[in-house]
């Protein structure tokens, strides 16, 4: 690996800046994102956010063994978007993933990097496994799960487009379901979001919301990713 070292972000700023304006020239997503980050002489840590709901995934890097390795992929959500709309909280936990997936390709091609590692906990493999068509087969060693996410030019090519197919099918189906839910409704034909949600919960939680109402993606219970599988295959 050429000029990486454990504090990435300290020993070269353009970094932090060229994922700021990678972040902010995204375009026709459902929702918008702001990026911080926290360095420590072991860990690169970034937090990607959506801004209209609290959501945030937070992603922990570090040059292990000369590779790039990420150690943590963990998301935190709120259970009020699940209980007033799940078509939107489902939306949203599918699109923040992606799109931390989105930054791990930036990084790789940053550094020249073919493949990122993923040495991750269980519960934060278990965010990724309805992507797993992206991933290497997964080994399990003390209680965690290694994986690799292949980075070629020719991967991320791949990851754009079975992706785009993906957040087309979710934007299809949020329009059609806007007439059964007001929220949804509101938030799709309001120009000005960033100011539409009393979503962002007090208290975090790091699970899916029980509804009668119907899923757009199910995520990411394992049994019922066959919808994300399907357009990503």
Wanted: include cysteine; hydrophobic fraction near 40%; glycine fraction near 2%.
């Amino acid at each position: 690996m050429n000029n990486f070292t454990n504090n990435f972000f300290m020993n070269d700023p353009n970094l932090f800046c060229a994922l700021e304006e990678s972040v902010s020239s995204w375009e026709e997503l459902t929702f918008s994102y702001h990026l911080g980050h926290n360095y420590s002489f072991h860990e690169n840590i970034l937090t990607l956010s959506q801004k209209e709901t609290g959501f945030s995934v937070c992603l922990s890097l570090e040059n292990d063994n000369e590779s790039l390795t990420l150690k943590t992929f963990s998301l935190e959500t709120g259970e009020l978007l699940g209980m007033r709309s799940l078509s939107l909280y489902d939306a949203a936990m599918v699109e923040i993933v992606l799109q931390g997936l989105e930054l791990l390709f930036f990084i790789a091609d940053y550094f020249d990097e073919e493949a990122i590692r993923l040495i991750l906990e269980k519960k934060d493999a278990e965010n990724l496994s309805p992507f797993d068509s992206f991933f290497t087969s997964p080994l399990y060693q003390d209680g965690r799960v290694l994986l690799m996410l292949p980075a070629s030019p020719e991967d991320y090519d791949r990851f754009v487009e079975k992706t785009e197919n993906l957040k087309t099918i979710i934007r299809k189906e949020l329009w059609k379901r806007q007439k059964d839910d007001l929220l949804l409704k509101h938030y799709l034909q309001n120009e000005t979001k960033n100011d539409l949600f009393p979503l962002k919960a007090k208290s975090q939680e790091k699970k899916l919301v029980s509804s009668n109402r119907e899923n757009v993606i199910p995520f990411p219970i394992r049994e019922r990713k066959a919808t994300i599988k399907k357009a990503i295959q």
